[in-house]
């Protein structure tokens, strides 16, 4: 198994711009997540995925979209990017919901927005 | 709230001294999971912690979650090159939801 993986792995964009950073994983895992790590400030959470065709809003979600039309796949839009989303940007899936499974984390993807 | 305060923010140790680190809430914590991260790399699940009282030992690494579940600790006995990184503790929040402290940096000095 692959696991967790995220491409790409740095991604430098222009104010205004706007990309996807796409998210996959192969365990069958129903709960799908995106972090965004910040120095100091630990991980906090975007959107998350309970399900295919289900969504919700995590802490800061504003200036992010994302969509699940399949259980392996989890992409997160910026819409028009800001130097304020310069930041680490990690996927994660665990098995369920619940908050007490294991959560599998992707390698990352560092964006500067200029 | 349902924050999760971790202390110290770093950690400067000599190869071979030991390493604590703590998390703490104002509310009960129904479990607490720990997660380390070496630099440029991503988390990684440790541990779960669950039961009041709990102690989980692997290898140097020991967890405990305190008797009233409103703390936990995690400690590193003899600190190796290897142990370098930072340490994220997480509890469940009311909607099921990861809440993550923000990490202790364990760094050795040369």
């Known amino acids: 198994n692959a696991g967790v993986t995220q491409t790409p792995k740095f991604q430098v964009l222009k104010t205004g711009q706007s990309m996807t950073l796409q998210c996959a994983q192969d365990?069958?895992?129903?709960?799908m997540s995106w972090y965004r790590q910040d120095p100091g400030m630990g991980l906090r959470l975007i959107h998350y995925?309970?399900?295919?065709?289900?969504?919700d809003q995590g802490e800061v979600p504003n200036g992010y979209n994302v969509s699940r039309s399949t259980t392996e796949d989890f992409p997160l839009r910026l819409l028009s990017a800001a130097p304020s989303q310069t930041s680490v940007y990690f996927c994660?899936?665990?098995?369920?919901?619940?908050?007490?499974?294991?959560?599998?984390f992707g390698p990352g993807t560092r964006l500067t927005v200029l | 709230g349902q924050q999760v305060m971790q202390i110290p923010q770093y950690q400067h140790v000599q190869e071979g001294e030991d390493f604590t680190t703590y998390c703490n809430s104002s509310?009960?914590?129904?479990?607490i999971q720990w997660y380390k991260q070496r630099p440029g790399g991503h988390p990684v699940f440790l541990i779960q912690?669950?039961?009041s009282g709990e102690v989980k030992k692997q290898k140097r690494l020991t967890f405990q979650f305190g008797e009233a579940k409103k703390n936990s600790s995690l400690h590193i006995t003899a600190t190796q090159t290897t142990d370098v990184g930072t340490y994220f503790c997480?509890?469940?929040?009311?909607?099921?939801?990861?809440?993550w402290g923000a990490g202790t940096k364990l760094i050795i000095k040369p």
């Open positions: 997480a509890r469940t929040g009311s909607n099921y939801q990861l809440i």
């Open positions: 994660a899936s665990s098995y369920s919901n619940r908050g007490t499974d294991t959560q599998y």
């Open positions: 509310t009960t914590l129904s479990n």
């Open positions: 912690l669950v039961k």
């Open positions: 365990m069958n895992h129903e709960y």
């Open positions: 995925s309970v399900g295919a065709g289900i969504t």
